[in-house]
Nanobody, 124 residues
């Protein structure tokens, strides 16, 4: 059974930083693209970022490019999302995701695995 678990959310002031972590079990971590979605209050879930299975390719939403950095450590079966220069509009529930490719995750996500989410709140 695939399990995806996020951690690292919290409350931070605007301009601050947070680092989210995510571990995945029940799948061959090194064979999967990993990513992050978020769902702001009252809005649809949106893609934040994705990293290929090898870490050689990354994708970012325009709203976070230059502020967020996705990375992974396959030996530790863990991925990370470093979030800098946080803004109140970054407030959302953040979900870790796993899928075979970033393309599948972003355009289809029928077979995407998600975690339970971790709350990020940015105060102004």
């Amino acid at each position: 059974q695939v399990q995806v678990v996020e951690s690292g959310g919290g409350l931070v002031q605007a301009g601050g930083s947070l680092r989210l972590s995510c571990t995945a079990s029940g799948l061959r971590f090194g064979d999967y693209a990993m990513g992050w979605f978020r769902q702001p209050p009252g809005k649809e879930r949106e893609v934040v970022s994705c990293i290929s299975y090898s870490g050689g390719s990354t994708v970012y939403a325009a709203s976070v490019k230059g502020r967020f950095t996705i990375s992974r450590d396959n030996a530790k079966t863990t991925q990370y999302l470093q979030m800098n220069s946080l803004k109140p509009e970054d407030t959302a529930m953040y979900y870790c995701a796993a899928d075979l490719t970033c393309s599948d995750m972003i355009t289809d996500h029928r077979d995407t695995y998600y975690g339970q989410g971790t709350q990020v709140t940015v105060s102004s």
